[in-house]
């Protein structure tokens, strides 16, 4: 089991890089998590968009779901060239009506899930959390049977989060905001708030992501790793965990 950081922005993608979105791959399956501004450009420097086998949204915020738009005219424009013939599934919960009816093409198929069970998107399981966000969103929490990774999205914190991530791999956290802000007041977490949960629920390793535009992420990574004494990185592109 093998994740790759494509994009790790909050609100909207630096030169040359892009908003959230993190590539899973296990035993040949490729799951996209999360598709925000900029992620198919830089995908492209990891995998072939053709060989992506499924898609999971948190929820419909642009920073996460931007360029689904330009997925679905990538598969449109594949499948005409005789490049590929199934539909994509876009796995995604349907607060939002509209948001998930967008999901739907003749190239993708909008596929509910329901936050309160566990689904099998092949080799993987996937659990959810209701996070603390201006609009409905859903952490996850992914698992091919033999290891863990969780992912918060973007999410003020709450307590919940220790159990539901209780001794994962890797902990994957919405840390848009420097020690001592209120992030809360914003749907988001701080550095410190982050490293907490990595902390309590005794996580191997933790990714800082969902990064702001404003201060030195140096500082983050300082910050987390006062409280978090295992291993601490700040996603970048490309930034890699591997059970192997
Ligand atoms: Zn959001």
Redesign the pocket.
């Known amino acids: 089991m093998k994740i790759t950081t494509i994009g790790f922005w ?1 609100a909207y993608p630096a030169q040359n890089s892009a908003t ?1 979105c993190y590539l899973i791959e296990d035993v040949g399956y490729s799951l996209l998590v999360d598709c925000g501004s900029g992620a198919l450009s830089r995908l492209q420097g990891y995998i072939s968009l053709n060989s992506i086998d499924a898609v999971i949204l ?4 642009h ?2 779901v931007a360029d689904v738009g330009v997925l679905q005219h990538a598969r449109l424009v594949q499948t005409k060239l005789g490049h590929i013939q199934d539909k994509l599934p876009i796995y995604a919960h349907k607060e939002d009506e509209v948001g998930f009816g967008e999901l739907s093409s003749s190239y993708t198929e909008a596929c509910p899930y329901d936050p309160d069970t566990t689904i099998s998107v092949r080799p993987f399981t996937i659990s959810f959390l209701k996070t603390v ?3 409905p ?1 859903y952490g996850m929490k992914i698992t091919n049977g033999k290891h863990t990774i969780v992912y918060t ?2 999410t003020a914190y709450q307590k919940e989060w220790v159990d539901f991530s209780e001794g994962a791999d890797l902990l994957i956290t ?1 840390t848009n905001f420097y020690k001592g802000m209120d992030a809360a007041q914003a ?2 977490m701080t550095s410190e708030e982050a490293a907490s949960i990595a902390a309590d629920a005794d996580v191997n390793e933790l990714w800082l992501s ?1 990064l702001p535009h404003f201060g030195n992420h140096s500082r983050l990574k300082q910050e987390a790793a006062d409280v978090f004494h295992g291993e601490v990185k700040l996603a970048s592109e490309g930034l890699r965990w591997s059970s192997e």
């Open positions: 909050g959230s948190s929820h419909y915020h920073d996460h966000h201006p609009v969103c999205a973007d919405d749907g988001h969902h």
